[in-house]
């Protein structure tokens, strides 16, 4: 919505199989254009399609998802998102589906997105894409202290460790304080995010980085509202 867009990790669950791409991308610019009509719905969703890569929009349009790639959903999805221009965008591995070129064109997209104003947090495994595109970046080091992520962190120079307290300020996107998740594994309880804060100012790029299992995505749908913290 205009507040924040959510790009998740699996493109095909943001999608209704039964409707064509065009009319599912125009909903999406309904929701912040509410008397905008028919030919600017369409010409918005073309000019999106456009920007995402797609050289026959029009034919994209007229598409369902499941005659598409995974890695077409995938930009399916960040058009989705940049239709509606959020003030804050969380994405959730957004370019794990994508060819190299197609990686390139949307994190280039997330950077044009955050140099107009638009604050973006990034989850990725990939620290080359954390580093491409933020001026923070924040390793999970999970439950495992595995060889991956030692390297991960020996390699972060800007922003070492988990999360750490920062100072608020009133013009702060977002400001998590103290937030932490606990799940129960049969008998066993799994610490999966411990004493998490942050603040995110308008225009920054905040990444978050770790291995499998770490709680970057568990951490992004508590934001996103999707889970409840403890």
Do not use: W
């Given at each position: ?7 998740l ?9 039964l ?15 509410r ?19 797609f ?20 930009r ?12 804050l965008?969380i ?13 390139l064109?949307?994190l ?13 947090i ?5 620290i ?60 066993k309880?799994v ?21 499998e299992?770490?709680?970057k ?11 409840r913290?403890?």
């Amino acid at each position: 919505g205009r507040k924040i867009g959510y790009l998740l990790q699996e493109p095909y669950t943001c999608f209704d199989p039964l409707m064509k791409v065009g009319v599912q991308l125009e909903e999406s610019y309904c929701i912040v254009n509410r008397t905008s009509g028919k030919r600017e719905r369409r010409r918005a969703v073309l000019n999106v399609l456009n920007l995402v890569g797609f050289s026959d929009a029009e034919h994209i349009y007229n598409m369902y998802p499941g005659e598409l790639s995974g890695g077409m959903c995938q930009r399916l999805m960040a058009a989705n998102v940049f239709i509606q221009n959020p003030e804050l965008i969380i994405a959730d591995e957004p370019c794990s589906s994508l060819d190299t070129h197609s990686r390139l064109l949307v994190l280039n997209l997330f950077r044009q997105y955050v140099s107009n104003g638009g604050t973006l947090i990034i989850i990725t495994h990939d620290i080359r894409e954390a580093e491409y595109l933020t001026e923070e970046v924040i390793s999970f080091d999970g439950k495992n202290k595995s060889d991956y992520n030692r390297e991960l962190c020996s390699v972060i120079t800007k922003n070492r460790g988990l999360l750490q307290a920062v100072t608020a300020s009133d013009d702060s996107v977002l400001k998590v304080r103290g937030l932490s998740k606990t799940y129960k594994n049969g008998r066993k309880y799994v610490k999966a995010l411990d004493n998490i804060s942050f603040d995110l100012k308008p225009g920054k790029v905040l990444g978050v980085v770790g291995a499998e299992g770490s709680g970057k995505t568990t951490l992004l749908n508590i934001i996103g509202g999707l889970d409840r913290y403890d």
